[in-house]
C-alpha cells in the first residue's frame, strides 16, 4: 500500500521515520515544505500539494492541528467526487466526536472512506510502533488499515463508530490536564510549606493516587525548563476546550475544567504557548524558589 502522510509536524516527522524505517514507500505534504527537506533525504517522497499526494496514495494519513486545517487541506466542500474516490482517509489528529462525525460524511460523499485513529504516546513511541491507538468508523475500513495500524503500535483498539475513538482520546487529554494541574498544585503547595521533593514523592508512589506521568515530567518541575515539546500548551488548551464544549453538549458538569482551562489560556498567553505542557506549572507555582 502506498502511504500519503499531510501534516509533517513533530509527530508526523516521527510517524514518516517509522514507515520508512520498515521499508514503506511514504509521501509527505506539509504546507511548509522547508520543515521536510531532512526526511526528503530519508528517502521520503515530497509532493507538491495534498491533491497530486492524495491522488497518487491508497492511505491518507492526517495529522494536522485541527478540523479546520484538515477541512482546508482536504477541500470537503468544493473537492469533486473523484479527488476521493476509493482513498482511506486514516484521520489521526485530536478533534471532537462531532467534528470527526463531519469529516466523515463528507469524506464518504466524495466515494472515499474515512477512519478516525487518534493515538496516546508521544514522538519515542511512534518511532518505536509502542503508540496506543484507538480507532473508531466502519469495522471494514478498519481491517483494511490495520496492518498500517499496526507499524505504529503493537495493539490498535478497535473502540466502535466514528466518534467513539475521537471522545475516548478527548477523555484521555482530559485527563492529562487535570493530573498536570492537580500534581503541579500539590507539588508547588509541599515545597513551599517545606516538604522535601523526595518525601513528596515516596509519599505519592507508594500511595494510590500515584500515576507514571508525575515521574515523568517531575524534573521538568523542579528545573523549570519546559523546552523540547512533545506535546505543546496551546494544542493541550485547544483540547481542553473541545472537551469543555463537547462534554457540556452531552449534559456533563465540566466546572471542575473551567479553571484548568484559564491556568493553561494564562501559559499560552504568558509566551510559553510551544513549550512542553508541563509549563503550567509556572503560572500555578509562579515563585522561582520553593
Avoid at 521499508?23 to 528517502?43: H, M, T, W, Y
Amino acid at each position: 500500500m502506498d502511504i500519503g502522510i499531510i501534516g509533517i509536524g513533530l509527530m508526523g516527522h516521527a510517524f514518516v521515520e517509522r514507515f520508512l524505517s520498515q521499508g514503506f514507500k511514504v509521501r509527505i505534504f506539509n504546507r511548509s515544505p522547508e520543515k521536510v527537506r531532512d526526511l526528503a533525504d530519508k528517502g521520503a517522497l515530497v509532493c507538491p500539494s495534498a491533491d497530486e499526494l492524495i491522488e497518487r496514495s491508497d492511505i491518507i494519513i492526517l495529522m494536522l492541528s485541527d478540523a479546520d486545517a484538515i477541512n482546508d487541506i482536504l477541500q470537503l466542500d468544493t473537492l469533486d467526487s473523484s479527488g476521493l474516490k476509493s482513498k482511506a482517509i486514516l484521520q489521526m489528529a485530536t478533534i471532537s466526536p462531532s467534528q470527526s462525525r463531519h469529516i466523515a460524511e463528507s469524506v464518504s460523499s466524495c466515494g472515499g472512506r474515512y477512519l478516525e485513529a487518534p493515538v496516546l504516546g508521544s514522538i519515542p513511541e511512534a518511532r518505536t510502533g509502542t503508540l496506543i491507538i484507538m480507532a473508531g468508523g466502519s469495522s471494514e475500513v478498519y481491517e483494511t488499515v490495520l496492518p498500517v495500524l499496526n507499524v505504529l503500535g503493537s495493539a490498535p483498539r478497535y473502540i466502535g463508530k466514528t466518534g467513539a475513538a475521537a471522545a475516548l482520546k478527548l477523555a484521555m487529554n482530559q485527563l492529562i490536564a487535570s493530573l498536570t494541574a492537580g500534581f503541579s498544585l500539590s507539588l508547588g503547595y509541599a515545597l513551599k510549606n517545606g516538604v522535601d521533593t523526595d518525601l513528596f514523592m515516596d509519599t505519592v508512589r507508594e500511595s494510590a493516587l500515584y500515576a507514571k506521568t508525575y515521574d515523568k515530567k517531575l524534573d521538568k518541575y523542579l528545573s523549570r525548563d519546559f523546552g523540547a515539546a512533545n506535546f505543546s500548551t496551546r494544542h493541550l488548551l485547544k483540547d481542553i476546550r473541545l472537551f469543555i464544549e463537547d462534554a457540556k453538549a452531552t449534559g456533563l458538569n465540566t466546572d471542575a475544567l473551567h479553571g484548568i482551562e484559564r491556568i493553561t489560556s494564562k501559559t499560552v498567553d504568558s509566551g510559553m504557548a510551544l513549550l512542553d505542557y508541563s509549563s503550567i506549572y509556572q503560572v500555578i507555582n509562579p515563585d522561582q524558589k520553593p
